[in-house]
């Protein structure tokens, strides 16, 4: 599957998470205090839960639930309860535009 536009870079507001569908996945990006944009797959590993509404705290996003906090640039879980990673994709951002491919994620 090739890239899909996932939203304008502009619709981003710093340090705050996103949810969008992309091929079917939901995805929460972040763009960071650096400037980078982060995509990781938007459901904890823990429950059913939206990450996408969490908190962005330095290089991490937090579940609201539950407290996990996942790394933006691995997926791995820092605390429990969720022991499990998320899916990490690549976000390229073209002309002010973010794209993501969905089939691939980032091998870390």
Same mark, same amino acid.
């Given at each position: 599957?090739?890239?899909?536009? !996932? ?7 710093? &340090?705050? !998470? ?9 995805? %929460?990006?972040?763009? $960071? ?5 982060? /995509?990781?797959? $938007?459901?904890?590993?823990?429950? #059913? ?5 969490? +908190?962005? @705290?330095? &290089?991490?996003? @937090?579940?609201? /639930?539950?407290?996990?906090? +996942? @790394?933006? %640039? ?7 309860? !969720? =022991? @499990?990673?998320?899916? *990490? +994709?690549? %976000? *390229?951002?073209? #002309?002010? $535009?973010? =794209?993501? $491919? ?7």
């Amino acid at each position: 599957m090739a890239q899909e536009k !996932a939203c304008a870079l502009a619709d981003l507001t710093l &340090n705050q !998470a996103k949810r969008v569908i992309i091929g079917g996945i939901p995805m %929460a990006l972040v763009l $960071d205090s650096a400037g980078d944009v982060h /995509a990781i797959g $938007d459901t904890c590993t823990h429950g #059913d839960i939206s990450l996408a509404e969490g +908190f962005v @705290e330095d &290089n991490t996003l @937090e579940c609201w /639930a539950h407290g996990s906090k +996942f @790394e933006l %640039a691995t997926g791995k879980p820092l605390t429990l309860p !969720a =022991y @499990e990673p998320v899916p *990490v +994709f690549t %976000a *390229v951002t073209i #002309d002010g $535009d973010i =794209y993501i $491919d969905p089939t691939l994620t980032k091998e870390i």
